[in-house]
């Protein structure tokens, strides 16, 4: 639970009166690789954090399109379907988790009801939605300024034994490449 303490005092600290209410609106689920925390389609009603793993965001446009990762989470991170939750409607990612995972998963009603209750904690909502939606821009920068071995090189970075945790083909689907050109470039990497 530390790294939660720490997320949140990262972001605006609460008081210990807030930070039990969290907790006690919160629930700590374990989740194998491969179980989804939400689905395609299906209306996702939590927001989830995690203590431990790593998951993915991803979508799939029709029945017959590949799968596209938007986006790889790990520890100390939240991962969810946001819009499907704040709107009630259907979603359209989903987050599979890729190594067993630890998660705080909270009801949006639950964290919109507390938010209405405590300006303390409204504050830290709204704190938490700037990071969310900065780390957003970041990604979609480098995306559009960085080649895949330079955001291949910050995933690493940002994941220790990422290669070892999940499988290649996930890797390359974040960053928008073959599992191929993935293999590609570590080898390259490797000879550097």
Not at 96 to 105: A, G, N, P, S
Not at 158 to 182: E, M, W
Request: a neutral charge; proline letters at 3%.
């Amino acid at each position: 639970m530390e790294i939660l303490i720490n997320f949140i005092k990262d972001i605006y600290p609460l008081s210990n009166e807030d930070f039990q209410k969290l907790l006690s609106i919160a629930q700590v689920t374990p989740y194998k690789a491969g179980d989804h925390l939400c689905e395609l389609g299906s209306i996702n009603n939590k927001v989830f954090f995690i203590l431990n793993g790593v998951t993915r965001t991803y979508m799939k446009e029709t029945s017959d399109s590949p799968e596209i990762n938007k986006s790889i989470a790990y520890s100390g991170n939240m991962a969810t379907s946001l819009k499907s939750a704040i709107n009630k409607t259907p979603a359209r990612i989903a987050c599979q988790c890729l190594t067993d995972c630890l998660i705080v998963e909270v009801r949006e009603d639950e964290l919109t009801k507390f938010r209405q209750q405590s300006s303390e904690f409204s504050e830290f909502m709204y704190r938490a939605l700037e990071r969310e939606y900065t780390k957003l821009e970041e990604a979609l920068i480098d995306v559009l300024s960085k080649d895949a071995t330079e955001r291949y090189l910050i995933l690493r970075k940002k994941i220790k034994n990422i290669d070892q945790l999940i499988p290649q083909y996930h890797i390359a689907s974040h960053l928008g490449i073959t599992p191929i050109q993935l293999s590609r470039i570590r080898k390259k990497l490797l000879t550097e």
